[in-house]
C-alpha cells in the first residue's frame, strides 16, 4: 500500500522477483516479494553466536566499527557536516567525524524561541567542546507554519515526526555541504532501554571523555538522539 492510487510499497526486509518472458515483463504477472532478512534469523543467530569478551573489549570493538563506518562516509569533494542534536548518540559521531578531520568539521541545530521546545544550547556546548564549525538556525512559529503546505511534494508519504518541518529548513540553510543526519539512532541499537545502549554511552566517556555528568552540568537534555 501507499498514499497513491496503484502504487505499492515493498515489505520492510524483502525484495521483488519480476517474472519475465523472453527479457519482457509478463503483463498481469504479480513480482514476489523474497525476504532477504528476518528479525528471528538474526536472533537465533545471536544466541547461538554469543560474544565472550570483556566489556572493555566490547567497548573498543563498537568504538571501532563506529569509526570505520564514519571514516568510510566522509569521502567527500565539498564540505563535510552533521545534524547536531545535543543528544548522546549525534554527539558521539560528531566527535568522531572531528577526530577523523584535519579540519573542523561543520555542524548545524535548529533552534526555537520557546524554552520547552529548544534544544540549541546543548548542541552548541557539544560542538563547542569538539571545536567544529557550528551553525543554528531559530525558527519562528510563522516560518514552520509556512512549510505544512509543501510537506506534500517534500516527502513520500505522510508521517507523524513532527522533526520533519525543521529539517526541511535545515537542510536548505546546508545544501551546498555533505550532512549526515542521526536521528533515530537509538533505534538502530534498540531503544535506549536497550542492552547496547550503556555500552555506546561508555564508548562516550571513556573514547571522547563526554559523560552524563558533562551533559547534565550544562543544563540537562531532554532528547538523547
Do not use: C
Request: proline share 5%; aromatic share 10%.
Amino acid at each position: 500500500y501507499s498514499i497513491f492510487h496503484g502504487i505499492y510499497k515493498l515489505i520492510p526486509g524483502t525484495f521483488i522477483q519480476i517474472p519475465t518472458v523472453n527479457d519482457q515483463l509478463e503483463v498481469g504477472k504479480i513480482p514476489i516479494a523474497v525476504p532477504y532478512w528476518q528479525a528471528k534469523d538474526v536472533v537465533s543467530m545471536g544466541m547461538s553466536n554469543s560474544l565472550s569478551i570483556s566489556e572493555s573489549d566490547l567497548i573498543d570493538s563498537l568504538e571501532e566499527l563506529l569509526r570505520e563506518s564514519v571514516r568510510e562516509k566522509m569521502i567527500s569533494d565539498v564540505p563535510l557536516g552533521a545534524f547536531l542534536s545535543g543528544g548522546i548518540d549525534s554527539s558521539a559521531i560528531a566527535a568522531l567525524m572531528q577526530q577523523e578531520s584535519d579540519r573542523p568539521i561543520k555542524t548545524f541545530s535548529i533552534g526555537f524561541h520557546e524554552e520547552g521546545f529548544d534544544e540549541a544550547k546543548y548542541a552548541k556546548a557539544v560542538a563547542t567542546y569538539l571545536g567544529t564549525d557550528h551553525t543554528e538556525m531559530y525558527i519562528t512559529p510563522r516560518e514552520a507554519i509556512d512549510v505544512i503546505p509543501k510537506l506534500s511534494e517534500l516527502y513520500d508519504e505522510p508521517f507523524s515526526d513532527s522533526s520533519q518541518v525543521p529539517t526541511y529548513l535545515l537542510s536548505k540553510l546546508t545544501k551546498k555541504t555533505v550532512v549526515y543526519d542521526f536521528r533515530q539512532n537509538d533505534l538502530r541499537k534498540g531503544g535506549h532501554g536497550a542492552p547496547l545502549t550503556p555500552i555506546f554511552h561508555k564508548v562516550l566517556a571513556q573514547k571522547f571523555k563526554i559523560t552524563y555528568s558533562y551533559f547534565l552540568n550544562i543544563g540537562g537534555i531532554t532528547n538523547y538522539t
